[in-house]
Every structure is written in structure tokens, then in C-alpha cells.
């Protein structure tokens, strides 16, 4: 036996027991006659002691060791003279009469500490030392201790956990699939699932009614900086339901998600249509932990020949509440910010309400003393007040300002870590039209059922159709969304027509689904949520990238593994594939 | 509101109820002025009655609807004058009110009956149909009440799931990857892994200490009846323990699943080692759930002159109990399913010891009564047994009785499927000589650690060296295996020397882990579990198949969704591939 204990469990009740660790060497000090060791493992630090009065030949043994060897010790547990209150077994240490170096390390290329030396670079490719550091390793636990707790609360109002297969079809439909050659099918590939969305659907056909699964999905896409190839979805399904019982049911897994693992309680998440979360926070993903909602002032402002303004299709402003006090200098950096290209608007323009009751602004020019009042009424502003206009196009503006909101929000540190502001954004548009391709695109996927009552604009303003279709929200991060599904093939058919599939694309495609549609499918709807990105919004993180636990880079390339690399030509010959001349 | 119970919880505790439920019509009967109809869910079956006399039009619409329509009705629930005691909710029907088709169904291709009129082809095609018959939903369902009590069992005692990434590196080790082939590395591929072997030992590497995942596996092999291209496995991993502790801690598991979804106790299971297994079984799975163990008569049965056996390697025996009464047609019988190639043997011996004590044998010319008599002495064969006695090369000749002793095990009913008889084998050998590629392959894989005993072995006699490995078997199938793991460089180089890998090649397949020994590597154990199979044995069944939702057929394709398939042209450009000419 190599341990009786690990390194996290000791302390004052277990005083005078002979005792076993095993663990690594987190530090090591010599005090004169003294040598205290650290001892580290999953479960905490101990304090070794070896005293060179009393064994002079293995305190200098401990002398000689480093940093991360793996060494087992026997020893008794005895009361510290001074304890250590900030870590649970700080009221006592060992004092060692054996010790074994089970294995030797050389130095690590970064500290294994909480704030660690190591660069990104270098933690990734030596990633099973920085799994070692308890930020790193607490996001595991967490991620662990969550994924434990959504499979029993669904499993106990009986959602069943069906594993969909990897190896499927390729479909040009939506993002970039990776594909897999088949050795026994010449010349024919798999595809890498970028949801199960279909198998889903097909499991509520075979009526399993209540599904779900924690899934890999793969997109191959080009990775912006939070993006992984692989991620992890919870993915679900369910049969016989409005879209108020969905929601109603992943309200309450996420509810008690927050409840069970961050003891943080919820009433019931608000929900906000697509239109006015468009409206009022320029952006589908509103972050609720602050307000400085969007106030259409484009009514009030025209007229004044302010050329710009005249000329918008909107205006539209946020009130950051106290904010008078701003310098030139902090409203200058602002403007910059909001006409960085990822931004993308042309200028900005501030009305300052001073403290004194009298307003000043960049366009006074244009606008009186009275003019300026007018709008600060409507946009609810009291003297210390700044208010920041921008306009343009309407989406162009929304956009610009849904960012600016976001920075103030940042700048006035409303944007707590903490604080969780969780929201139900429902009725999206169904369709989207893309400009460059000239066609409609699914806002959601093509499995989407439009609202009832806007099935016959299908027709006649196919962008005017809203869908069943919803997104959870927290602090500005999608976490999931979902909807209410076709199920029935003539709807399906008109949808798939709409999306610019002809008849046999839509049969070649998606046939099996269309098929089993007319075998007596029940109505069904269902909802997934992005995993790696629920385990960072619940620890108040922006990156995924440290919950999972070998990630690649924004190459796509695993650099501890070095992963991709280049196969045998007998490999490629056995799948009747060869490689392009391949661009230097 | 599409319901308010399901189709399987209705009782007399409702009586009087107003209810809505939602399902598909099982079956319709029309007796005269009555019709019922069974209408089914994932619950069960709650029976609906409609009367002429009391409510004509509903009852003609009734009438009309078909098979497999999926309806919503609304009615009373009332005792029924005839009960149904094989359902739990026979005891009522349901008087219909209201009566909604919310999808219609073409006539089902097979029937939904647990004894269905549909062939193997027909159902996988319509898997989806298939999965509503109550043999393949409860095998999904008894799937998933397996998975939810793996994860808390492990999650009780401090197991961590830690998903390892699916997009990795191709090693020529081993059977055959499926490659993805890489569009942001061009040239390179990636391998979907055949298990998170060396990702699990890096999680040792980083203090994960205790480490599970249930996950799907990849292997490009030419399928065999009852094996999948994709496939879950049950991956554990361990540190600072010996296999005592793994052991122990997987015997618990096993024991606690037999006992929460099947209610079966177990004592401790009983090991045997990897030699015995094959001295007693001819087999390293033996199905102990009966006995007819090998006797070893080579000694006895030499020197009388009969050349097939004094020619013989060796010469083993099973004693078959109260088998005298075969006739010489059952014997016949049993000759020739030896000699069939997939046994390969040349002939069989049979030794008949008669009611009366008189012995008679096919080789009767060479030996004598008394000969016999000792044969069967050493065979602890009495009056009334058959004795079957095969030759030739030992390896050879262990694996023909082995088939032989199954067979006789299934003619004489001693394999029965609700019984349940697991064992641990120990002890493997480390290498496997290929006669073939004339080189040493590893047993068990390259990271497995030797007998510490044995180690001296490995310059001398490679072939002789035990290995720390263990499989568990239950009533003749492997349901996992694992092994103590090698954790320092050196040895893990002399394995690698010995597999006849050159220092380079280790380096560049496995430079990752090899380098990560050097960082501080614990001592580390672990086991991986073929879960389809657990389900499988689990419930009796010797096909893994119908545990699968959607399983690939014996040439790797998807019949449902028809996958494999071509994809476009640009998609292989972007990828940077071509095919090559395919064979017709």
C-alpha cells in the first residue's frame, strides 16, 4: 500500500497515527537543524519534518531531493508550534521516519504555483504540469462535479442519457464538417457530428421521449481566440412539450446547477423577446448584471441640421449614470474605442449634464441649452450624467453601441464576476438573409418550426418570420439555446425550399429524417448548451480554454502531443486517398 | 399542455381523473358498438374506449385512425370491467372525450411487437421504428441506468471524469486509426483515438490521482459479427495504488452494478492466473458458470502404438458427466464440429464409460480395457460419462477443446444467461511473438509493466516474462482489462526496445509521455471496461448490437442515414487531398 492517507485529510484528530503519504515535493525549506517539506497531491498539502539531531542521514536524504519528485513517506502526525490557518491540514505535520523517492524530476520549465512564471506557450505543450497547479485542477474538479450534476437531475425526472454515433453523414449545411475516409467504402467519408441534432430527432420519433447527452461536436472552423475544433455540448430532447415546459425544465437545471455547486439561488430567469433585447441592449446576448438600456433618441435630433444626424438611419444612446466627471481625455479614448474596426462606428457624441444643471456636449452647435434637455429627458438623465450617442445604420448602430455599453460597463466595474444575471431570449427571427451568397440562411437550423401565427409569412416576408426558437443567456455569454422543432414533413419540406434546398438536395440530405417524419412523429423540442463555456460563465471566466484539459491552439494543433501530423503513405493508400501539392 | 400523465402511471389511485395523454396507437380493436385502443409511450400502455352509442363521431373517427399514429386524447380514467394483470395500468381505460391527430403514420414497415416480423436489414434501416419496440428501448434504458450508477459509484469514491481529446495523433502501434485529415495543417491528419490511453497516464502525470471517463473509441478493423468501428469503453485510471487496490476497487464496482440493476450479490471474485486459465480452460476467458476442466493424459496415452497421439504435443481431455448415452450420431456430430476451420482440430477421441463399467472408445484397437480405465481414472470420469479427448499441437489443441468444451457446455444447458460467474485473470504475459512480422508484440499495449520478478527476464527470455495485467471476465467475455503501467523513462525504453521500436521512433511517437516520466511520474494502475459488451453480458445477450441506438452494420455503414458517402469536390480540396483511382 503506498498510502494510508492522502495529503489534504490530516489534521488534529488524527494526532500520534502512524501514517502513509505519497505526493509531490511542492517546496522544501532547511532551517538550521530543521528541513520542512511541502507534500502535494489532489487532495492538499502536508507539512513533513525532519530534524537533523534526531536523523541526521535522512534529513540530509530530504536535503538532496527537488522540487516535484515523487517521493512516499511513513510517519506520525504531530501538533505544528506554528499552524498554518489557510490550509485545512495546517494544524499538523509529519514527522518523517521513512522516506522512498518513488520517482526523481527534473526541474519544471515553470513554477507549479498558483501564479505561475510559464508562459501560454509553454503551458500547453508541457500541459500535464500545469494541471498540476490548483487553478488549472479546480477547474477540472469543477467541470467534473458539474457534469455529475446535471446527469442526476435529469436522470431523476427521467431523461435518458443515448449515445449518438461520431462516424455519420456529411452535410454542406451549416459550419465546416470534418471528415473521416472510410477504408471499407472507397472513395466515401464519415463525417464528425457538428451536433446529434438529427439523432436526436430521430430518438423522439422512436419515442424515448426525454434525451439527453454530454457529447463532443466538432466544427472545422477557423478558430477565433475562445474557439475549440472539438467542444462539449449537453445536449437535449424532448417530446410532447410547449415551449413553456422546456424552458421550464432547463430553468430548473440550471437553477439547480447554480444552487448545488456555487450555492447561489435564482427566482424565475426573465425572459426578453429578440426585438427588444435588440432594442434595448443592441445585442441578442445582453449582459443584465447592469442596465443602460438603449434609448432611440433618432426622433429628437433630426432636424437640427446636424448633417450626420440628419442623415442616419438611427440614433441611439446609453446614459452612463455619474459619469459627468469624465475628462476630455477618458471621452476621447472612448470615441477611439467605439471607432476601432471590430467596433466600427464613425464617431461618438457625448452630452455631459453637469452637476450645476447646465448640459454640454460635442454637437452644441447644433443644439440648445433646451435642445439638449429634451433629450436628456428622454433618456431619463440627471445632472452628473454623460450621455453617448451614436448613429448610422440601425444593426451597424446597435452593434456599436451594444460594445460601448459593454466597455462602459467594464470601466464602471458593473460587470461583476460574481453576479449572475441569467436570461431567457426568445422569438429569433427564424430566417437571416446573407447578402453575398443571396439567400436565407436558418438563424437557428433548418429544423426550427416558425411561431404558429407567423406560418403564413413564410410566403409572403419570409424575414419577418419569427421561430420557437430560444437562447439562454448569463452576463452577456450564450450558454445555450434551442427550439421548438418541425415535425412534420410538409412543413419541413416548405422550410428546406425557403433555405434554397431543391426537393432532392432536402431527399439526398436529409431524407432519413423526412422519412421518419411521416412514420408518426411526435411535436418535440429540445436545447443545447455549450459546456466548455457554462463551466467558465459559472466560475466567472471568459476563456473555455482552461476547463478543458488538453486543448489545441488557434492552429487546431495539440503542441504537448503535436497533433496533427503527417501518416504513412500506406495509410493513405489504404484509404484510396493522396495528398494535394500541398501550398508552401 | 400536450399531457398530463403518461401512458404508464395511470391506476386506480386516479379513478374519476380528467386526463390528457399523448402516444401512438399500439393497436385498435372495434367489438361492435365498442373500440379500444392501446396507446403506447416510452411508460407503457394505457388502453382508451369509445362508445357508439354514447358519442358516435368520436368513435367512427376513432375507428379511422391507424397504426402508429401519434394522438392526444382527453378523458375520464374509469376501473375496467375486464383487467389486464400484466400491465400496471390494466386495472383502467380511459373514457375518450376529445380525440387530436397530431401526426398521421404511413403503415410501419415491420410490426412494433416485441417479436417483430422485421429483418436485421429492414430494422436498421428504420432504426428509428426499431427503437420503439420495448426489447431495444428497455436495452437503451437499462444502458443508461448502468452509466448513471458507473459515474456515481466512481464519483463516491473521489474518481474524476476528465474528458481527453477525440482530434489526436496517429501511432502506427496497434490496430488501425481512422485519420481526419487536417485543413489548418495541410498534409497532416489527426486519428481519432483508439483509447485515452496515454492521456490517462499524463492525468497520473498531473496529480489527477483518480481518473474515469465513459467514452467512444475508434478502431478501423475489419468488423467481425459483433463489432463496431465506434465503440464506449469504461477508462479508469489510477495512481499511488497496487493491484490489490485496483482490484479491489473495480471488483466493487462491478459488484455494486450487478447489485443495483439486477439485484445479484456476488462474494469476492475469485483470480486466476493467465497460466491455469489456459491449463484447465485452453481459454484466457474461461466461462466458469460449469466446469469440464482440461485433463492433461499426454503421459497416459502415449507409447500403445496409436501414432496420431504418441506424434501429439499434447493430448487434453474433458470429461463430459452423464454423457454415455450419446449416440453415435451426437458423437459423429461433435467430430465434425471440431474438425470445422474455425476449430480446427483433425479428429477427436471419445472414451464412453458405459452404465454397466464397461468402457468403449473410437481407439479401442490400441488400448485395453484397463488402458481406459486409467485414462478415465485420471479424468475422474465415472459410469455414465463420455470422455473427449482431442491432439496435436498444445496451443492448437487447447484452442479446439476450449471450443469444444463451450459447445458441450451449450448442448447440456450449463450456460445459463441469468447466471452470472465473473473472474479475474492475472498474470498475462507481457509479449506475444508474431510468427508472421517475426517480432515481439505487447500483450496487453507498450505501457504495460512487468512482474518485478520477472524483469531479469526481459534480456533472457522475453517470452517468459509475466506481466502486471488483468482481465475481467465474465461467463466467457472479456469486459475489461488493464494493467499495472510502466512510470520511469528507462523501462519504458526497454519495453519499447523489445516491441522493436528504435530509440528515434519511441521518441517521435511517444516523446510526449516519455518526457512527461520525467517530470515526477507516480506509480500508476488502471482498467478500461468495453461497455457495450458490460451491457451485453449484463443482461445476457450475446450480441452488443441492440445496445447500440444506432449501430453500424458488418461493412461499417450507417444503413439509416447512408453513411459513409461522397463529398463535394471543394471539400477534399480544401483538405488538400485527392482520391486516389478507386478499384471496382
Same mark, same amino acid.
Given at each position: 500500500m503506498?498510502r494510508?492517507?492522502?495529503?489534504g485529510v ?6 500520534h497515527?502512524?501514517v ?15 528541513t520542512?517539506?511541502d507534500?502535494?497531491?489532489?487532495y492538499g498539502i502536508t507539512q513533513?519534518?525532519?530534524?537533523m539531531?534526531?536523523?541526521a ?7 538532496k ?16 508550534s506554528s499552524?498554518n ?5 495546517g ?15 527534473k526541474?519544471?520549465p ?5 501564479h505561475t512564471d ?18 488549472v485542477?479546480n477547474n477540472?474538479?469543477?467541470r467534473?462535479?458539474l ?16 449515445e449518438?454515433?461520431f ?6 449545411e ?5 471528415i473521416?475516409?472510410s477504408r471499407?467504402? /472507397?472513395g ?6 457538428q ?7 430521430l430518438l ?17 472552423e477557423?478558430l ?34 447554480f444552487?448545488?455547486?456555487?450555492n ?5 430567469i426573465?425572459?426578453m423577446?429578440?426585438?427588444?433585447a435588440?432594442?434595448?441592449? $443592441?445585442?441578442d446576448? /445582453?449582459d443584465? &448584471?447592469? $442596465? ?13 441640421d ?9 440614433i ?8 459627468a466627471?469624465y475628462?476630455r481625455?477618458q471621452?476621447?479614448a472612448?470615441t477611439?474605442?467605439v ?7 464613425s464617431?461618438?457624441?457625448y ?6 444643471g447646465t448640459l %454640454?456636449?460635442?454637437?452644441?452647435k ?11 429627458m ?15 445604420k ?5 452593434k456599436?453601441?451594444s460594445?460601448?455599453?459593454l ?8 460587470r ?6 441569467p ?11 446573407d447578402?453575398?451568397?443571396? &439567400?436565407f440562411y ?6 426550427t418550426?416558425? %411561431? ?8 409572403s416576408n419570409?424575414?419577418a418570420? &419569427?421561430?420557437?426558437?430560444?437562447d ?7 450558454? $445555450? ?5 418541425i ?9 428546406f425550399?425557403l433555405?434554397?434546398f431543391?426537393?432532392e438536395?432536402?431527399?439526398a440530405q ?15 423540442? $429540445?436545447?443545447?448548451f455549450g459546456?466548455d463555456r ?6 466567472g ?15 487546431g ?8 501530423s ?9 484509404l ?9
Amino acid at each position: 500500500m503506498l498510502r494510508t492517507h492522502t495529503c489534504g485529510v490530516l489534521n488534529l484528530s488524527h494526532l500520534h497515527e502512524k501514517v502513509k503519504l505519497s505526493g509531490w515535493i511542492q517546496r522544501s525549506r532547511d532551517l538550521g537543524g530543521m528541513t520542512f517539506i511541502d507534500l502535494r497531491d489532489r487532495y492538499g498539502i502536508t507539512q513533513l519534518v525532519f530534524n537533523m539531531e534526531v536523523n541526521a542521514e535522512l534529513c540530509e536524504k530530504a536535503r538532496k531531493m527537488g522540487r516535484e519528485w515523487v517521493i512516499q513517506i511513513e510517519g506520525m502526525v504531530t501538533e505544528r508550534s506554528s499552524k498554518n490557518k489557510n490550509i485545512p491540514s495546517g494544524d499538523i505535520e509529519i514527522v518523517v521516519d521513512v522516506i522512498n523517492v518513488l520517482n526523481k524530476a527534473k526541474t519544471p520549465p515553470f513554477t507549479i504555483e498558483d501564479h505561475t512564471d510559464g508562459g501560454e506557450e509553454l503551458r500547453m505543450k508541457y500541459r500535464y504540469l500545469d494541471l498540476r497547479r490548483n487553478p488549472v485542477k479546480n477547474n477540472l474538479i469543477f467541470r467534473h462535479k458539474l457534469s455529475i450534476e446535471i446527469r442526476n437531475y435529469l436522470n431523476d425526472i427521467d431523461f435518458l442519457e443515448i449515445e449518438t454515433p461520431f462516424l455519420i453523414k456529411s452535410t454542406p449545411e451549416g459550419a465546416r464538417d470534418f471528415i473521416v475516409p472510410s477504408r471499407m467504402n /472507397p472513395g466515401q467519408f464519415y463525417a464528425l457530428p457538428q451536433s446529434p441534432q438529427t439523432f436526436k430527432q430521430l430518438l423522439m420519433v422512436s419515442g424515448m421521449d426525454r434525451y439527453f447527452q454530454i457529447v463532443r461536436c466538432f466544427r472545422d472552423e477557423d478558430l477565433r481566440a475562445d474557439r475549440q475544433p472539438e467542444f462539449t455540448q449537453i445536449d437535449c430532447e424532448m417530446a410532447f412539450v410547449d415551449q413553456k415546459e422546456i424552458l421550464d425544465t432547463f430553468e430548473g437545471l440550471i437553477k439547480h446547477l447554480f444552487k448545488k455547486v456555487k450555492n447561489i439561488e435564482f427566482d424565475s430567469i426573465p425572459q426578453m423577446t429578440y426585438a427588444d433585447a435588440m432594442r434595448l441592449y $443592441g445585442n441578442d446576448k /445582453p449582459d443584465l &448584471r447592469f $442596465g443602460m438600456t438603449f434609448v432611440d433618441v433618432t426622433n429628437i435630433v433630426k432636424g437640427k441640421d446636424f448633417k450626420i444626424f440628419d442623415d442616419a438611419e438611427a440614433i441611439l444612446g446609453i446614459n452612463a449614470k455619474n459619469c459627468a466627471s469624465y475628462t476630455r481625455k477618458q471621452i476621447d479614448a472612448l470615441t477611439d474605442f467605439v471607432k476601432r474596426p471590430q467596433v466600427g462606428a464613425s464617431g461618438m457624441v457625448y452630452i455631459r449634464y453637469n452637476e450645476d444643471g447646465t448640459l %454640454k456636449s460635442s454637437v452644441d452647435k447644433f443644439y440648445t441649452e433646451e435642445d439638449l434637455k429634451n433629450i436628456a429627458m428622454a433618456m431619463e438623465a440627471n445632472p452628473g450624467d454623460l450621455m453617448l450617442l451614436l448613429s448610422g445604420k440601425l444593426e451597424k448602430t446597435q452593434k456599436a453601441l451594444s460594445e460601448l455599453r459593454l466597455e462602459m460597463g467594464n470601466q464602471l466595474e458593473l460587470r461583476n464576476p460574481s453576479e449572475f444575471a441569467p436570461l431567457w431570449v426568445i422569438d429569433f427571427p427564424l430566417l437571416e438573409w446573407d447578402e453575398e451568397t443571396h &439567400r436565407f440562411y436558418a438563424k437557428h437550423h433548418p429544423f426550427t418550426a416558425p %411561431k404558429p401565427e407567423d406560418v403564413e409569412l413564410m410566403s409572403s416576408n419570409p424575414a419577418a418570420v &419569427r421561430a420557437n426558437a430560444y437562447d439562454l443567456v448569463i452576463n452577456g455569454s450564450e450558454i $445555450g439555446g434551442g427550439s421548438i422543432r418541425i415535425f412534420e414533413k410538409e412543413m419541413q419540406n416548405q422550410n428546406f425550399k425557403l433555405l434554397g434546398f431543391s426537393a432532392e438536395e432536402a431527399q439526398a440530405q436529409f431524407g432519413f429524417l423526412l422519412n421518419a417524419f411521416e412514420y408518426g412523429a411526435p411535436p418535440h423540442a $429540445g436545447i443545447a448548451f455549450g459546456f466548455d463555456r457554462l463551466c467558465a460563465v459559472m466560475s466567472g471566466v471568459e476563456s473555455i480554454r482552461d476547463f478543458i484539459a488538453f486543448p489545441k491552439n488557434n492552429n487546431g494543433r495539440d503542441v504537448m502531443i503535436d497533433a496533427p501530423s503527417e501518416v504513412a503513405d500506406n495509410q493513405l493508400d489504404e484509404l484510396f486517398i493522396k495528398l494535394n501539392e500541398i501550398p508552401q
